[in-house]
């Protein structure tokens, strides 16, 4: 059955170290979502692709955060460098074209030391 | 911005019915979507409304009434499976394309 995957599904780093979060959609979506989720700000929409073109990344941190999709099987969140504030769980989502329904993915639950 | 508002927690028996709320204030609303996550794993989806009235799908229905900016989850016959906490997300139009904006989420416990 088809599904969103991620790796890794648990990373823990120090601060300052670079941290690369990848995401595989199910096949044939053309939207992908990256998600922050934590206690106090619940779930964040960080970034989004459709047809792997970056349509809004206004919630994201640009300094230090970064986006995309190298080809429709990957897209990839990188925090360089991390800290400790960017400590949460990680979704990406992804959706199939003409629908608004998204598929979440296990997540990546980072934390940073 | 969007402005979504749910109740932190609910508490309810098993085989009772439940009401979940969810009200917004939002620009450009393109539909409301809801999300079931279980602590520990992804949101899941549930149901989605888009013109105003009822949903129904099973043991959940969804109600959405536009001009009020107002949505409600209900689950029938809970069961301890649901406890869970449930997500309100509306859909907006930005950057040439439909976001999602979720709300914080309503913790729902289901006892005996």
């Known amino acids: 059955d088809a599904r969103v995957t991620q790796t890794p599904r648990h990373k823990v780093t120090e601060m300052g170290q670079e941290v690369t979060m990848r995401c595989q959609p199910i096949?044939?979506?053309?939207?992908v979502f990256w998600y922050r989720q934590t206690m106090m700000q619940g779930l964040e929409l960080l970034a989004y692709?459709?047809?792997?073109?970056?349509?809004?990344d206004s919630g994201m941190p640009k300094d230090r955060f970064s986006a995309e999709m190298p080809d429709a099987t990957l897209a990839t969140l990188k925090i360089q460098p991390s800290e400790p504030r960017d400590s949460a769980v990680y979704f990406c989502a992804s959706g199939s074209p003409g629908t608004d329904t998204q598929y979440f993915g296990p997540g990546t639950r980072l934390t940073v030391l | 911005g969007q402005n979504i508002d749910q109740p932190t927690e609910m508490t309810a028996t098993e085989g009772a019915i439940v009401q979940i709320n969810c009200t917004y204030q939002t620009s450009g609303f393109n539909g409301l979507f809801w999300y079931q996550q279980h602590a520990g794993e992804a949101p899941t989806f549930l149901s989605y409304n888009v013109l105003d009235g009822l949903e129904e799908k099973g043991r959940f229905s969804s109600f959405l009434s536009r001009s009020k900016g107002y949505s409600y989850l209900l689950l029938k016959e809970l069961q301890m499976k649901d406890s869970a906490s449930y997500l309100c997300?509306?859909?907006?139009?930005?950057?040439?394309?439909?976001?999602?904006?979720f709300g914080t989420g309503t913790q729902l416990k289901v006892e005996l």
């Open positions: 692709f459709r047809n792997r073109a970056p349509l809004d």
């Open positions: 096949l044939g979506h053309n939207t």
């Open positions: 997300a509306v859909i907006t139009w930005k950057g040439g394309g439909n976001k999602l904006t």
